[in-house]
């Protein structure tokens, strides 16, 4: 065995035993909540690994990989197919595999964002909705999507403008606007814990902020909260995704600068 695939080995051995350790954490917080298992996912947050390592984590069954930067998620999604299947053109895509934008997204990436994205997590503002929606019905017109992008809306619980988030007196604006919008689908909700919040607390106003939002709009189930600290508590409140990346893929190899 050379030494390359060596390393592959042994990466995938320890992306495999993280994996299942933490399908056991999520299993035992559903029972714990007394939830069915499978109304959680587990969504591996890939940023800042190669697409060598999303490949690996396709042959472990994942099909879903959480991104947050737009120049380096795009290029994974070019990547993939040709490290999955050896014999196909990267261009060909891979349909069974969904990509989700969960970091801060600036307006004028929105339209790249628009052909690739499954999901957006991190929608606070109209100005971004509207830019999202013109790169979506885009990507409808054209072809390169199939579907309306999945919009969550990031909710602030600090109302810290650095952070992200929209405010949530202004949730119910918002989610009217991008039910309006053809190119998007109103999903649900999500939210970071504020910084020096007992998670617990943080969830649980989460989690009434969810049954508002779902008081109006009945389609917006998802709740994408916790990650691999606190992902028991997220499901203790009734999250469905919780966003993972250090427990499952280690420390970061590069700076997020």
Known sequence: MNEVAAQVDARTAELATNLSALLQRVDAACLAAGRAPDSVRLLPVTKFFPAEDVAILYRLGRREFGESREQEATAKVAALPSLVRQDAES??????VQWHMIGRLQRNKARVVARWAHTVHSVDSERLATALDTGARTALDVGQRSEPVRVLLQVSLDEDPSRGGVAPDDLARLAEHIAASTGLRLSGLMAI?????????????LATLHTLLLAEHPGATELSAGMSGDLESAIQHGATCVRVGTALMGARPITSA
Do not use: K
């Open 193 to 205: 814990p504020p910084l020096g919040v007992e998670s617990d607390a943080a969830f649980a106003r």
């Open 91 to 96: 261009d060909e895509g891979l349909p069974d």
